[in-house]
């Protein structure tokens, strides 16, 4: 989980160095073509090609719209913050699953998972900076959309998961971000400067090396105890920012973060206590 964690950071410090100089729209798709390949290539080697193709195409069709959005809002949020500020208001996505499933899947929220609901969205006031100049700013705004749309795609992914396998999922999502922002992005398209396909090679290498480090965590482990290491992505963050834009969060965003982590880690422990106690 730490290694497809630190991929991921790669995959998005790849993206952020491409943001002065392409539309958010076209990042997007820049990040499905590239790890489409990789990506096929393991899914038609682990499975049988056919499970690959017996979907729910509907439900599959609506993820690859949320994933468009999700990425393409998140580079617009690394366009104008930094990896560590990003980080921290995506953070709230976990919570934000926990809130939806409520409406969206029928399972009941007790008070403690509000409460720490409640008290991760006072850590994203506090990191957002209500007296300076980051409160409602358009790059935390959407971050924090970004978040919303992982949000729902997980929610999705629950409900796929009860019929599709993880290669399918995988696979048409990166195919339909390719395929779906590159046609949004298309009217406005900026040719590829040659200095630029480093950074997008690694963004298709470790986004597709993330995807599969991250399958065999949640094969290997319970999601419970590996969840909290997705929380690593701040150490990561504030270690690309130092090391290739000399930036470092201010200590709004440190405080805001240790109190979406501290929610975030509470809400995943009570839900395994909670798990454990329905089904010793």
Same mark, same amino acid.
Do not use: D, K, Q, T
């Given at each position: 989980m730490i290694a497809a964690v630190g991929l991921f950071s790669l995959m998005d410090a790849g993206m952020k160095w491409l943001t002065p100089h392409y539309p958010p729209m076209q990042i997007a798709a820049l990040r499905g073509l590239a790890s489409a390949p990789l990506v096929f290539l393991w899914a038609v080697v682990t499975v049988a090609p056919v499970t690959l193709v017996r979907i729910r195409w509907s439900l599959h069709l609506f993820r690859g719209v949320l994933s468009i959005f999700m990425l393409a809002t998140f580079a617009y949020a690394l366009k104008r913050l930094p990896l560590a500020d990003a980080y921290t208001l995506f953070f709230i996505a976990p919570l934000l699953i926990t809130a939806l499933s409520a409406p969206l899947l029928g399972e009941k929220v007790g008070a403690a998972r509000w409460a720490a609901i409640l008290?991760?969205?006072?850590?994203? /006031?506090? @990191?957002?900076?209500?007296?300076?100049?980051g409160f409602l700013g358009l790059g935390? /705004?959407? @971050?924090?959309?970004s978040a919303f749309g992982y949000a729902l795609s997980a929610i999705t992914v629950r409900k796929l998961g009860r019929s599709d396998n993880t290669q399918s999922m995988v696979l048409w999502m990166t195919v339909m971000v390719g395929v779906g922002a590159g046609l949004l992005a298309w009217p406005d398209w900026r040719p590829i400067a040659t200095q630029h396909w480093p950074a997008i090679a690694l963004i298709g290498v470790s986004g597709a090396l993330a995807q599969y480090a991250i399958t065999i965590a949640f094969k290997l482990g319970e999601a419970s105890a590996i969840a909290p290491f997705e929380y690593t992505a701040l150490a990561w963050g504030v270690a690309l920012d130092w090391l290739l834009w000399q930036t470092l969060p201010d200590r709004f965003v440190l405080i805001g973060a240790a109190i979406i982590v501290a929610s975030g880690v509470y809400l995943i422990r009570h839900e395994r206590?909670?798990?454990e106690a329905e089904h010793p």
């Open positions: 008290v991760g969205l006072v850590g994203v /006031i506090v @990191a957002m900076r209500p007296s300076g100049n935390s /705004i959407a @971050a924090l959309a206590e909670h798990a």
